[in-house]
């Protein structure tokens, strides 16, 4: 996996410290103007300076993620959003207090390596789980990659949060998908118990795979349900192509028990896919 610093610039971001006001106004010349500014310039400098131990990296976006501030010892986010409510514009400092509140809570959190090397493996176990809960979509896969894994040394726990990570993904990247690959290859599927994540097959399964133009051709994800593919085959009304295959149980890479769209994560052979 690329070094942190790597992936932090792959993903935009830059220490907030170092980031130029310039960099701030050309992403604000890029809004959507019919949203609030999150936060004026000055504002993001009071908050370093308010909280000097704390060297946050900064995600600007033109989209609805617009500021985030991350801090890479937790994977923890702060989001300022583009709003169109006046209640949480500048002008009364809402969305300013908001963001300061997030950051206040980092003064007291121990950097997750800390706590992993420190025994408190629960606690880190929460915090990883907080951070990937709240991070924002574009940032998820980022954050995911900031765990550190090695020291955490626990697979299962790793695959149950890369399985969640890739739910909430809309457009998992190549990168990260490869990886996810190799780690359900190494560990097993998270069942057993109330609410689990996945669920297992002991007879082969015919699954179905909706694509349009815009789809990665035989991507990961596939479906039990012929309907769940069909609406993505019609996504954003295009007339895409409905695609279909006998999976082993061998075969499966994992499937989720019970996320609406009855998804199975498989490396298909295209010799034996059919259109539907």
């Known amino acids: 996996m690329p070094s942190q610093a790597t992936i932090l610039v792959q ?23 019919r949203f609030s500014l999150p936060l004026e310039w000055e504002r993001i400098q009071q908050i370093l300076t308010n909280h000097p131990s704390i060297r946050p990296y900064l995600y600007l976006s033109t989209g609805l993620d617009g500021l985030v501030l991350l801090n890479t010892d937790t994977g923890e986010t702060a989001s300022a959003q583009p709003l169109i ?7 009364n400092d809402t969305m300013f ?27 880190a176990k ?16 980022l954050v995911y990659q900031l765990v550190p894994w090695k020291e955490l ?25 490869r990886h996810l690959v190799r780690l359900l290859r190494q560990t097993k599927p998270c069942v057993g118990g109330e609410g689990s994540l996945e669920r297992t097959f002991d007879k082969p399964i015919t699954v179905y795979r909706g694509e349009i133009d815009k789809s990665v051709h035989f ?27 006998v999976l082993k149980p ?26 539907v």
């Not at 993903?11 to 103007?33: C, F, H, M, P």
């Not at 789980?129 to 896969?141: D, K, R, V």
């Not at 040394?153 to 998908?177: C, H, I, M, S």
């Open 11 to 33: 993903r935009g971001l830059v220490k907030a410290e170092t980031a130029t006001q310039k960099d701030w106004q050309t992403i604000d010349s890029l809004r959507d103007k």
């Open 85 to 91: 409510f006046e209640i949480l514009s500048n002008e």
């Open 97 to 123: 207090q908001m963001v300061e509140q997030y950051v206040c809570r980092w003064d007291e959190t121990t950097p997750t390596k800390t706590l992993i090397r420190q025994g408190r493996i629960d606690e």
């Open 126 to 141: 929460q915090q990883i789980e907080h951070a990937t809960m709240l991070a924002p979509t574009a940032l998820m896969e």
């Open 153 to 177: 040394a626990d697979g299962q726990y790793q695959r149950l949060t890369a399985l969640n990570v890739r739910k909430n993904e809309e457009y998992p990247t190549r990168q990260f998908d």
């Open 219 to 245: 991507g990961l994800s596939w479906t039990t349900s012929l309907n769940v593919a069909q609406k993505f085959a019609e996504r954003f009304g295009k007339e895409g192509t409905i695609y279909s295959l």
């Open 250 to 275: 061998e075969e499966i890479l994992a499937a989720y028990a019970d996320d609406g769209e009855q998804e199975v994560l498989a490396k298909v052979d295209a010799s034996r896919v059919e259109v």
